[in-house]
């Protein structure tokens, strides 16, 4: 049967070994996971996307959306940094003015440059089109500073794809993207990320204190920030993070199956899956995963052919996998009971919990509800 993205997992060479291995201790510990990071890098699927010159694998968000799904089966936490990532690089590669362009690409291919997003801010919240921090001019560059509010991969990544109004600015659509390199003391994450779920993504507060830019730092043109989240940063997230959540929730069809099929009563000699209402919700839980990839699918058809329903479907594909990746884990949860409450028996607890943060992840949800009905009756997003 082909697969509804168009796009076979044999294809691709992911360390889905090593990633489930550590999965459960990245959780509990609410530990990166370096050793599925690494592996990434060493299998150059850091450079996924990254076109063939430059030394990349040069495929498109079908293999993209494959891998974000299959990591996430067995790790979220590693899906979630490896969709930041990519979606970044991708910022980076549209980039005709980042001087750095070529060589973080082709760092990024050898697994020796992460990468990651940081344009959600505190004083905007989760409206990350809209920073307030202003970037000002100083000399023959810039200067910047701001409070990040939340960036994955804070402590582990090697350049911020980074936001801030344009000089002069007149609202903050007028941004500018641009690269933040983290070695510097300009840059600083403020805590620990300690999450209901995706524990192990790095997630923190970022200061940037008076950051220095030259014109080669910059990623967009100045004022057309919006071009590049909007155009670029977010159809490659919102399609990686729907991707993800399909992991999770094929992982709790699985687990859900293998729980039915092993568990029983000894004193009446049947099994779980011989209770009818428990087929039903398992049934529920496998028919709305393969609509929501379905909708995936045919979402990353309208990207290819630059179809003018693309952002639509983009937004609608993202909104569809959010609430299926809580309806099915929650029908999970309630089909294997005490197993599925408990950490030893299963890994429904964990999906349960890594789930729910796509809800509240920029764009949330009621975001995606506002945009889909503007352009479903004709009015601008902004």
């Given at each position: ?20 291995r550590h ?12 050793e599925?990071?690494?592996a ?5 699927l ?6 063939t ?9 079908r ?6 799904e ?9 899906a ?6 990519t979606s ?24 020796k ?15 990350f ?16 500073s701001a ?22 600015a007149?609202?903050?659509?007028e ?24 524990r192990g ?22 004022g057309?920030g ?9 159809p ?14 094929r ?11 092993s568990?029983?009563?000894e004193?009446?000699?049947t ?13 529920q ?10 909708l ?5 058809g309208e990207?290819?052919a630059?179809s ?9 594909a ?5 609430e299926?990746?809580?309806e099915?884990?929650?029908?999970a ?10 950490r ?10 890594d ?28």
């Amino acid at each position: 049967m082909p697969h509804p993205y168009g796009f076979e997992p044999s294809q691709l060479s992911l360390p889905l070994d090593v990633v489930a291995r550590h999965s459960a201790e990245v959780d509990k510990k609410g530990r990166f996971p370096e050793e599925s990071i690494a592996a990434l890098g060493a299998a150059g699927l850091l450079g996924l996307t990254v076109p063939t010159e430059l030394g990349g694998l040069g495929q498109g968000p079908r293999a993209f959306c494959v891998a974000a799904e299959e990591l996430a089966r067995s790790c979220a936490s590693t899906a979630m940094v490896y969709v930041m990532h990519t979606s970044a690089l991708q910022a980076i590669s549209a980039s005709k003015s980042l001087a750095e362009r070529e060589a973080i690409l082709r760092a990024a291919t050898k697994g020796k440059h992460l990468s990651t997003l940081s344009l959600s801010e505190k004083g905007s919240r989760s409206q990350f089109w809209a920073p307030v921090s202003k970037m000002a001019a100083k000399g023959d560059g810039f200067v910047t500073s701001a409070a990040k509010s939340w960036v994955t991969s804070a402590n582990f990544a090697d350049s911020y794809v980074s936001s801030a109004q344009a000089p002069g600015a007149q609202s903050p659509l007028e941004s500018t993207i641009y690269l933040a390199r983290t070695e510097g003391s300009e840059v600083r994450p403020e805590s620990a990320f300690d999450g209901l779920g995706l524990r192990g993504n790095d997630s923190s507060p970022v200061t940037l204190r008076d950051l220095p830019l030259s014109r080669q730092d910059l990623i967009s043109e100045q004022g057309k920030g919006a071009d590049t989240m909007l155009g670029v940063i977010l159809p490659w997230f919102a399609v990686g993070s729907a991707a993800m959540a399909h992991g999770l929730c094929r992982a709790a069809v699985e687990a859900t199956a293998k729980h039915l099929s092993s568990a029983g009563f000894e004193h009446t000699g049947t099994q779980l899956r011989d209770l009818p209402q428990l087929r039903a919700r398992l049934a529920q839980m496998m028919v709305r995963t393969e609509a929501s990839r379905a909708l995936l699918g045919r979402t990353l058809g309208e990207m290819e052919a630059g179809s003018a329903e693309a952002p639509l479907f983009v937004l609608s594909a993202r909104r569809a996998a959010l609430e299926a990746a809580l309806e099915v884990t929650d029908l999970a949860l309630k089909a294997c009971g005490g197993a599925a409450f408990s950490r030893q028996a299963t890994p429904i607890e964990r999906l349960f919990r890594d789930a729910r943060a796509g809800w509240v992840m920029a764009p949330t949800v009621d975001h995606l509800d506002d945009f889909i009905g503007k352009a479903l009756t004709g009015l601008p997003l902004f």
